[in-house]
């Protein structure tokens, strides 16, 4: 595929997101706020005081999803942490009533925070607008319903991409489907839709190939339960990093499981910025701080005493730290020399001193 061009980095609300600009850091809330509003609240305030930018919820009944069905094709197979559930009865336990939304929304603002959401259907597009949310995200599972994926781009706002499970192809026909619809405000996630994820099946090398093949900024969408996965996300191109949070793992739940905790989410946080700063730029030169140790680099020097028109020698002269005297490059040329004059030992080797 020819690499494309596009934006490298959107606006979301006041905060642009891309190449040049901070990790955009989101707490994912989804069903860890056990029903609870009060708990959904607290959430709100742990992401704040862990250093989140932003806080996503999801936005879906059991019925926008799925139908109450006991048939064997509604249930969860092996290999996850619902094995076994009933679909319509986990998304019952786990989805955030509509009526909190546009408080919650309310609260994180108050609190500094960006809230936007994942819609799951039409009817959760136009909550949304009402609720007039700043942006939308695609969870994995949705990216091949391009006709949601058209909705969601008409409404001209950021659309965050997830991509788990998806192929090539599939990531490029939702990409084109939002383009079709006037919207260019995109970004990709990275994502492996595992619950938890097993690092090793991450493939973290593909955030600079989806960046390069889509021209959009591209971020990752952790599912892992360590820290090492963000970090080298970053260190890769990232530009945004969803994580779920939680209050506490102890706490069952449907993803809590793979949730990380605040003192969890606030070390990510430290760590991320901390990989920013150590990324930095391209730069060949000393840093201000690297300037006085220059002084402790290798050079020339007399290490015997040498009277006037003797010669230098391997036994006279040496390469040696500190770095007073001329670059050791230059050994072949002051070698054979004759020095000007009288030169005590621990004197570093000038050009005035090679007659």
């Known amino acids: 595929m020819t690499p494309t061009t596009g934006s490298r980095s959107i606006s979301l609300g006041k905060r642009a997101i891309g190449n040049g600009h901070p990790v955009f850091i989101v707490a994912e809330i989804s069903g860890n706020h056990h029903q609870e509003l009060e708990e959904a609240k607290a959430l709100i305030r742990a992401a704040k005081e862990a250093g989140a930018d932003a806080v996503k919820l999801q936005t879906y009944t059991p019925d926008t999803l799925t139908i109450d069905s006991d048939l064997p094709w509604f249930r969860v197979g092996k290999g996850t942490l619902w094995e076994g559930r009933c679909l319509y009865d986990l998304y019952k336990e786990a989805f955030t009533p509509w009526e909190w939304q546009p408080m919650l929304k309310e609260n994180a603002e108050k609190a500094g925070l960006i809230l936007f959401s994942t819609p799951f259907d039409s009817t959760s597009v136009d909550f949304l607008e009402r609720m007039d949310t700043p942006a939308y995200k695609i969870a994995s599972f949705e990216l091949v319903d391009l006709p949601l994926v058209r909705r969601v781009g008409e409404t001209g706002k950021p659309v965050i991409l997830s991509t788990g499970m998806a192929s090539l192809q599939e990531i490029t026909e939702a990409v084109q489907t939002l383009r079709q619809a006037g919207n ?26 989806l960046a390069a093949t889509f021209g959009v900024p591209v971020g990752l969408s952790d599912h892992s339960l360590g820290l090492a996965a963000p970090v080298a996300a970053v260190a890769l191109g990232a530009c945004i990093i969803e994580k779920h ?4 793992r102890d706490e069952p739940g449907p993803d809590s499981g793979f949730s990380l905790e605040p003192e969890e989410f606030r070390t990510m946080v430290e760590v991320v910025r901390e990989t920013e700063k150590a990324l930095g730029d391209i730069s060949y030169q000393p840093t201000s701080r690297e300037a006085a140790s220059i002084c402790f680099r290798r050079s020339l020097f007399v290490v015997q005493d040498i009277g006037k028109g003797e010669v230098f020698t391997e036994e006279n002269v040496r390469s040696i730290r500190p770095g007073y005297g001329l670059s050791p490059k230059f050994i072949g040329d002051v070698l054979g020399k004759r020095a000007a004059r009288g030169i005590p030992r621990g004197t570093p080797l000038t050009r005035d001193l090679i007659a």
Request: hydrophobic share 40%; proline share 10%; glycine share 0%.
């Open 184 to 209: 260019d405000r995109i970004a990709l996630l990275k994502c492996t839709s595992a619950y938890p994820a097993d690092p090793a099946e991450m493939n973290l090398r593909t955030i600079p190939h």
């Open 245 to 248: 949070l939680t209050l506490s």
